[in-house]
C-alpha cells in the first residue's frame, strides 16, 4: 500500500522446517510519480543439528582386552577413555568405579569429539571380580563398561609318591630268600600347576624307575615293578 515520509511499516514472518543454512534476502520495491525505488535486505539463517549429547566410556586391560588373569596378591591394571561422541559440549564429566576407586575422575569439559585417556589400579586382587565403570555428566548423559580380573591361585608346584607292597598295602612284604619282592607305585600331581619332567628313581630296584613325562593337575599314574632275587631284607626309598 501507501508509505507516507517518514513512516515505518514493522512486521514478522517465518519459515517452517528448515532443514540447511541458508541467505534470505528481502526485497522491497514502490513508485513514486512513475518512478520505481527498490531495495533489498538479507539475513543468514544457520541450521544446526538438534542438541543430542552423548557420552561413551570404555574400560579395558592395558592390553586392550576385556579380561586379564593375575596371580592372586597381584595388582590389576585398567586402561579407561572417556569420549564426548555427541553433539554438544559437556561440562562436569564424573567417572566413577565402585570396586576400583582409584578409577574415579572429574573431567571439567569435554568438548565434542574430544576424549580423555587415562589408568588406574587396583592392588592386592584376591578374587575374581567383574569391574564396572559409570560415567555421566551434567548434561543428562551416561554409559557404562566393565572389565573382567581373574585371579589365578599363587603357583604351588607340588608332587606325591606312594610305594606299598602289591598285596595288603601295608607297607611290608615277607619273602624267601631268593625270590622276587613287587611293588605298587603312586606318583600324584597334587599341587596347582601342570608338572613337567616327571621321574621316578628307586636306587635298590631300578626296574622301578619310570620317566613319567608330563603330569597335570590332580592327574595319577600307577604302576608295578618288582626286583628278583632278594636275599637281604631292606627299605626300599
Known sequence: GNLAVGQTQEYTCSIENVTESFTNVANVTANHDGNDVTDEDNSDVIATDPANPSINVVKEALDGTDTQTITAGETAEFNIVVTNDGNVDLHNVVVTDALSPNCDKTITELKVGE???????????????????????????????????VVKD???????IIKDDNDNKDDTQTVE???????????????????????????????????????????????????ENVTESFTNV
Not at 154 to 160: A, L, M
Open 115 to 149: 576424549n580423555q585417556t587415562y589408568t588406574c589400579s587396583i592392588e592386592n586382587v584376591t578374587e575374581s571380580f567383574t569391574n564396572v565403570v559409570v560415567v555421566d555428566s551434567d548434561e543428562d548423559t551416561d554409559d557404562t563398561d566393565d572389565s573382567e580380573v
Open 154 to 160: 599363587v603357583p604351588n608346584p607340588s608332587i606325591e
Open 177 to 227: 630268600k631268593g625270590q622276587a619282592a613287587t611293588f605298587s607305585i603312586k606318583v600324584t600331581n597334587n599341587g596347582n600347576v601342570d608338572l613337567t619332567n616327571v621321574e621316578v628313581t628307586d636306587a635298590l630296584s631300578p626296574n622301578c624307575n619310570k620317566t613319567i613325562g608330563n603330569l597335570a593337575v590332580g592327574q595319577t599314574q600307577e604302576y608295578t615293578c618288582s626286583i
